[in-house]
């Protein structure tokens, strides 16, 4: 029994691992949320888009000498925006466009930081530097994670009824190009808020993962949102104390556990798992003989 | 100035560098004019990150990468398709799943063994140190890809088009896709190498996508894609010379700038020739 509460306890007695886990449980949580809504809407991939795209901003906006988090956030913007109108205005296909743009935009970002001399670490910004984060860090995290987080569940109904169906939400007169825009907005910020915990690759994880599983838990929505932050916050705690004791990526500790947790759901969700359906069918075949 | 210019052709790794980057770009333009068509874009950039944990356990193993990345490929492909198939989940959510969770693990696996592979170069590709070992595997890989394209490209097309016209000429539909989805991984396979995980999807979709914009005819399709793909790549490897670095990064960057330029000045499906059009609609008119 020590020896467990020890495996929890040392890691936690060094500051750095303190604000490590505080960082990774905010980040994840916030991420969840918005994972919900990813999910339902088919955007997981935009995720993926936005964060890699990120990359020129932070290096332009440290050439040019404002904070980092905004360059990032115009840059991630700017992939959404540009993406929507690459497809209306010309006849290539959605997913093409999108490959196109966040991919140009992340080998630009490639060349020109190679071009400029940063202290910031090309790496750190790939998979995040969760182990480092300073307490300045540790309150912007806290202040996007906290505002992204505030404005979803305010608008949560709203943003709700225009994942599953735009034109109903039209026809009831909700703001449906504020919405949409709002939600690309929520998604630049909370990749921005979750570069210095995980990176900008691995945050498409947290993006994804938490919403699909409690997707395969549950019909309601609530009840989905509560799923997904409690399986991205003990991910990203356990995560973070694993990523200790094994000497490996916190980031991708993370990520691993939440992907476990989906294969858990996946085979033994209550009405859809794999394992339950076989066995709930062998249970009938034998009751019918 | 013209020496200057000359002094990258000496230097054998740089030509080295040159033309594998041209075979890899050539290949992965060709398989791109088919991906684009069928909106199966992100598939390449899944894939490319869903193989890290095959060339990691490779190296760690001491086996070919290619085959440790292959296999990883497989798995992914199929994890992805069963995941698919079982679930309720939209497709785009259980590709985001698998790929990331497999790359988290090859993550993982290269931060627990550090001395086997740098997770730098799975990312950003390391061509120009790339091992002659490699360069064989690539090279293999790069043949074999373009000689079964350029025997069933036909075929292929006919099945991406319209797969139930397909069916009905006899052709083996299913066999096709998976035929497909083999070179794609295998293709990836290469381009990790040349341009890293994260810019793969670009050498699987940029030069299908510019020549699309550019003809309506889907032979000159593949023609103008791997003319784009190899062209950009050479150029991109030549370039880095003088930026000390980052082919991949200034690869893709030419692919994308070549696809902005069809985006605003092709002949008919471009942004201008269509403005050209509305004004001229609208002078006939008046």
């Given at each position: 029994m020590t020896a467990l509460i020890d495996w929890f306890a040392v890691p936690l007695s060094y500051p750095f691992m303190q604000r490590a886990l505080v960082v990774s449980v905010l980040v994840g949580a916030v991420c969840a949320v918005l994972s919900c809504y990813l999910v339902l809407k088919g955007w997981s991939l935009m995720g993926d888009a936005i964060s890699h795209a990120v990359l020129p901003g932070i290096v332009i906006a440290y050439v040019v000498g404002i904070p980092l988090a905004i360059g990032a956030f115009a840059a991630g913007l700017s992939c959404a925006l540009l993406t929507g109108y690459l497809k209306e205005t010309s006849r290539v296909k959605e997913d093409t466009v999108m490959g196109i743009v966040f991919s140009g935009m992340f080998g630009f970002g490639l060349v020109i930081f190679t071009k400029v001399e940063t202290d910031q670490h090309l790496l750190h910004i790939l998979f995040g530097n969760v182990l480092g984060v300073s307490v300045r860090d540790l309150i912007e995290t806290a202040i996007v994670a906290g505002g992204t987080l505030a404005i979803v569940l305010l608008r949560r109904r709203d943003l709700l009824l225009y994942c599953f169906d735009p034109n109903h939400a039209r026809a009831i007169g909700l703001p449906v190009r504020m919405l949409h825009y709002g939600l690309l907005v929520l998604l630049s910020l909370t990749i921005v808020g979750s570069l210095k915990a995980v990176?900008?690759?691995?945050v498409i994880a947290m993006l994804v993962a938490p919403g699909a599983t409690a997707y395969l838990l549950t019909d309601s929505f609530e009840r989905m949102l509560v799923i997904a932050t409690a399986v991205a916050v003990g991910s990203s705690a356990l995560g973070t104390i694993v990523s200790f004791h094994i000497d490996a990526a916190t980031g991708a500790c993370i990520v691993l556990l939440q992907a476990f947790v989906f294969a858990l759901a996946f085979l033994f969700?209550?009405?859809?798992?794999l394992v339950t359906v076989w066995l709930q069918r062998r249970a009938d075949a034998k009751a019918a003989t | 100035m013209i020496a200057e210019l000359a002094?990258?052709?000496?230097?054998g790794y740089m030509l080295k560098a040159m033309w594998v980057s041209a075979l890899v770009g050539g290949v992965c333009a060709f398989l791109s004019a088919y991906l684009m068509l069928k909106g199966w874009s992100l598939m390449g950039d899944a894939l490319a990150h869903s193989i890290v944990p095959g060339v990691a356990g490779a190296y760690i193993l001491g086996v070919p990468f290619a085959a440790g990345a292959f296999f990883a490929g497989l798995l992914a492909a199929g994890g992805m398709a069963f995941v698919k198939a079982r679930s309720r989940l939209r497709e785009d959510a259980v590709i985001g799943l698998v790929f990331t969770a497999l790359f988290a693990l090859g993550l993982v696996m290269a931060s627990i063994w550090?001395?086997?592979?740098s997770v730098q170069t799975i990312v950003l590709g390391n061509i120009l140190a790339i091992s002659d070992e490699d360069v064989v595997q690539v090279a293999i890989i790069a043949a074999v890809t373009l000689g079964v394209l350029s025997l069933k490209w036909k075929d292929l097309m006919v099945t991406f088009f319209d797969e139930n016209h397909a069916r009905s000429m006899g052709l083996n539909v299913d066999w096709l896709k998976i035929l497909f989805f083999t070179l794609l991984s295998a293709c990836t396979v290469a381009a990790l190498q040349t341009v890293g995980a994260c810019l793969v999807i670009a050498m699987v979709v940029t030069p299908g996508a510019t020549a699309y914009l550019l003809t309506d005819r889907f032979g000159r399709l593949i023609v103008l894609s791997v003319a784009f793909g190899a062209g950009t790549s050479f150029a991109g490897a030549y370039i880095s010379y003088f930026l000390d670095g980052a082919t991949g990064g200034v690869i893709v960057t030419l692919q994308t700038l070549l696809f902005i330029a069809a985006y605003l000045?092709?002949?008919?499906?471009g942004v201008l020739a269509a403005r050209r059009r509305r004004i001229e609609a609208l002078g006939a008119r008046t």
């Open positions: 990176g900008i690759i691995l969700a209550p009405k859809r798992g | 002094v990258p052709f000496e230097y550090p001395t086997s592979v000045f092709a002949p008919r499906h």
